[in-house]
T-cell receptor, first 109, second 114 residues
Framework: DQQVKQNSPSLSVQEGRISILNCDYT??????FLWYKKYPAEGPTFLIS?????DKNEDGRFTVFLNKSAKHLSLHIVPSQPGDSAVYFC????????FGAGTRLTVKP | EAQVTQNPRYLITVTGKKLTVTCSQN?????MSWYRQDPGLGLRQIYY???????DKGDVPEGYKVSRKEKRNFPLILESPSPNQTSLYFC?????????????FGSGTRLTVV
């Protein structure tokens, strides 16, 4: 039962353009949503989060948008840089934390 | 440096041979957890601990044991490993449940059971 879904296994964008990573969830009890970034041979690292009482949170080049009615969140990276190439995991938290399967982002120079 | 340390990083073992993966954190975090990562399934929680001597099952606890005798350590024990436990394992810790500022993850342990 995957309560958090990332339907795009991979995404490729050009350096300097916008990257948009998407995530859908099914459990309306989730009240915090997070994004993690993972490089090869390393553990995931926390990137940005958003509370369910907000619809947007911004941190530098990274912005997370939450659409509660659609049970959808997205991560925007502007502008994309080659160093952003990694696997991005979406996560949602209620009493525990559930992760999506991840999206591999490749930013081409 | 604040970190979660897992050992070993890589392990190949045979079916049925007991093994332990160690996890230690130096941030005085109350919450610790073990996840496994499998292709197409993301990170699934095995066990978690809210504090010393308090542990509970996650989504996929079968075949695993944990203990939390000290705040900093949270070992994962496979009493009789089987090939379906071949996976990439991550230990994580946080203050509280990490709902706002996330978990700190270790670098992972790649386990192969033959």
């Amino acid at each position: 039962d995957q309560q958090v879904k990332q339907n795009s296994p991979s995404l490729s964008v050009q350096e300097g353009r916008i990257s948009i990573l998407n995530c859908d969830y099914t459990n309306s009890m989730f009240d915090y949503f997070l994004w993690y970034k993972k490089y090869p041979a390393e553990g995931p690292t926390f990137l940005i989060s958003i509370s369910s009482i907000k619809d947007k949170n911004e941190d530098g080049r990274f912005t997370v948008f939450l659409n509660k009615s659609a049970k959808h969140l997205s991560l925007h990276i502007v502008p994309s840089q080659p160093g952003d190439s990694a696997v991005y995991f979406c996560a949602a938290s209620a009493s525990d934390m559930r992760f999506g399967a991840g999206t591999r982002l490749t930013v081409k120079p | 440096e604040a970190q979660v340390t897992q050992n070993p990083r890589y392990l190949i073992t045979v079916t049925g041979k007991k093994l332990t993966v160690t996890c230690s954190q130096n941030m005085n975090h109350e919450y610790m957890s073990w996840y496994r990562q499998d292709p197409g399934l993301g990170l699934r929680q095995i066990y978690y601990s809210m504090n010393v001597e308090v542990t509970d099952k996650g989504d996929v606890p079968e075949g695993y044991k944990v203990s939390r005798k000290e705040k900093r350590n949270f070992p994962l024990i496979l009493e009789s490993p089987s090939p379906n436990q071949t996976s990439l394992y991550f230990c994580a810790s946080s203050t509280g449940l990490g709902r706002w500022d996330g978990y700190t993850f270790g670098s992972g342990t790649r386990l192969t059971v033959v």
